[in-house]
């Protein structure tokens, strides 16, 4: 499996403090079946974004534990006036591997209008943003038709495992049940802290929806999909959607035939 979304790297934000925890995070990522991770730190206001600093510590992780997991760069980032201004004039600066998909994170109490005009905008200039974990976002939980016209402009939508799993409690359990059954969500992704409370658990995740819903949906969400954003490939098309016009491409169409380089 494929974990674009976790917190791996140490120092950076709140994910692992120490190299000590980032090796034994990457060591249970191998253990829970994943082969590739984008280490995604946070980009908010509280962790700037240093991407000098989270290549050396990628490099630092690399050393450590060989060529059982392949690591990729990336950053969970926070959609506020800062991040967004940077983000449009150095467009792949946040993105995964460089490429066109960028993880963005809404606020938790208020979406001002102004982030739906940024979320086009980044769709028009070719970048193609992923929605993390929308299942934890009280604001999207309340009203999950706010999403609608994004999709159509060509986003993606992440959940994390531990959400399906009913780890953030029962709202975010049923949030997740409810978007996979619309059929709107894109990636299933493990947003892992630590190896305690935030654990890897995107094998657990992967049996949850084989269950529900077939083992073609969970290997879409856990394995294809998120190999097509790692490298930078363009991702098929959803399948039949609950709520999106189907006979409408999305304004974000380009955005998966973005740079490859």
């Given at each position: 499996?494929?974990?674009?979304?976790?917190?791996?790297?140490?120092g950076?934000?709140?994910?692992?403090q120490?190299?000590?925890?980032?090796?034994?995070?990457?060591?249970?990522?191998?253990?829970?079946?994943?082969t590739?991770?984008?280490?995604s730190?946070?980009?908010?206001?509280?962790?700037?974004?240093?991407?000098?600093?989270?290549?050396?510590?990628?490099?630092e992780?690399?050393?450590?534990?060989?060529?059982?997991?392949?690591?990729?760069?990336?950053?969970?980032?926070?959609?506020?006036?800062?991040?967004i201004?940077?983000?449009?004039?150095?467009?792949?600066?946040?993105?995964?591997?460089?490429?066109?998909?960028?993880?963005?994170?809404?606020?938790?109490l208020?979406?001002?209008q102004?982030?739906s005009?940024?979320?086009?905008?980044?769709?028009a200039?070719?970048?193609?943003?992923?929605?993390?974990?929308?299942?934890?976002?009280?604001?999207?939980v309340?009203n999950?038709?706010?999403?609608v016209?994004?999709?159509?402009?060509?986003?993606?939508?992440?959940?994390?495992?531990?959400?399906?799993l009913?780890?953030?409690?029962k709202?975010?359990?049923?949030?997740?049940?409810?978007?996979?059954?619309k059929?709107?969500?894109?990636?299933?992704?493990?947003?892992?802290h630590?190896?305690?409370?935030?654990?890897?658990?995107?094998?657990?995740?992967h049996?949850?929806?084989?269950?529900?819903y077939g083992?073609?949906?969970?290997?879409?969400?856990?394995i294809?999909?998120p190999?097509?954003?790692?490298?930078g490939?363009?991702?098929?098309?959803?399948?039949?959607?609950?709520?999106?016009?189907?006979?409408?491409?999305?304004?974000?169409?380009?955005?998966?035939?973005f740079?490859?380089?």
């Amino acid at each position: 499996m494929i974990d674009i979304h976790n917190h791996v790297l140490y120092g950076l934000d709140d994910g692992a403090q120490d190299l000590e925890t980032s090796i034994a995070m990457a060591r249970a990522a191998i253990e829970n079946g994943i082969t590739h991770l984008v280490c995604s730190p946070h980009a908010n206001d509280d962790y700037p974004f240093k991407p000098e600093v989270i290549a050396e510590r990628i490099a630092e992780l690399r050393d450590s534990i060989g060529d059982e997991l392949t690591l990729g760069l990336g950053c969970d980032m926070h959609l506020s006036y800062d991040n967004i201004d940077d983000q449009f004039h150095n467009p792949t600066k946040y993105t995964i591997n460089g490429k066109q998909y960028l993880l963005i994170e809404f606020p938790s109490l208020f979406i001002p209008q102004q982030i739906s005009d940024s979320i086009y905008r980044m769709c028009a200039m070719g970048v193609v943003p992923i929605i993390t974990h929308p299942e934890r976002n009280p604001v999207l939980v309340e009203n999950p038709e706010r999403m609608v016209p994004w999709l159509r402009s060509g986003c993606l939508i992440q959940l994390t495992a531990g959400s399906i799993l009913g780890e953030f409690g029962k709202h975010s359990e049923a949030a997740c049940r409810s978007l996979l059954e619309k059929n709107w969500v894109d990636i299933v992704s493990s947003d892992a802290h630590n190896v305690t409370s935030r654990p890897f658990c995107m094998q657990q995740a992967h049996a949850r929806i084989e269950q529900l819903y077939g083992v073609e949906t969970a290997d879409r969400l856990c394995i294809h999909n998120p190999h097509a954003v790692f490298y930078g490939e363009a991702t098929p098309p959803r399948p039949k959607s609950r709520g999106l016009r189907e006979d409408a491409p999305p304004k974000g169409l380009l955005g998966r035939f973005f740079s490859h380089s």
